[in-house]
């Protein structure tokens, strides 16, 4: 348990209390990219296994944009499956997180 200070009133000491906010878990974040199809399910594993991934798409969009549009149609049925949550970002990048995570838009 925690005590944090919240300020003073005629000398007067006032503090809140909270939870412990360690966790034994870490969040686990990969850096990863999609460059065909045969990534997909790896990029699906690792959502299922709990990482957030943060895809690089820009090459095989330059390249495939069909292939591109499959892949990501796979992700967001994992996400969908599993509640995760689907996030492109700029145009270069996906956000992909898993069921714990939701990314605020």
């Known amino acids: 348990m925690f005590k944090f200070w919240r300020g003073k009133r005629e000398d007067e000491e006032e503090y809140i209390e ?13 850096v990863s990219s999609i460059d065909s199809l ?6 699906q594993e690792l959502v299922r296994s ?3 991934v943060f ?6 969009k330059e390249r495939d944009m069909e292939e591109l549009k499959r892949a990501v149609e ?13 996030v492109g970002v700029d145009d270069d ?5 898993p ?3 939701k990314v605020a838009r």
């Open 74 to 86: 796979r992700i967001r049925m994992t996400c969908t499956a599993i509640d995760g949550d689907l």
């Open 18 to 30: 909270v939870e412990d906010l360690e966790s034994e878990e870490k969040i686990k974040v990969k």
């Open 38 to 43: 045969k990534d997909v399910g790896r990029i």
């Open 55 to 60: 895809a690089y798409i820009k090459d095989l």
């Open 93 to 97: 990048y996906l956000i992909i997180t």
């Open 50 to 52: 709990g990482y957030i």
């Open 99 to 101: 069921t714990s995570v």
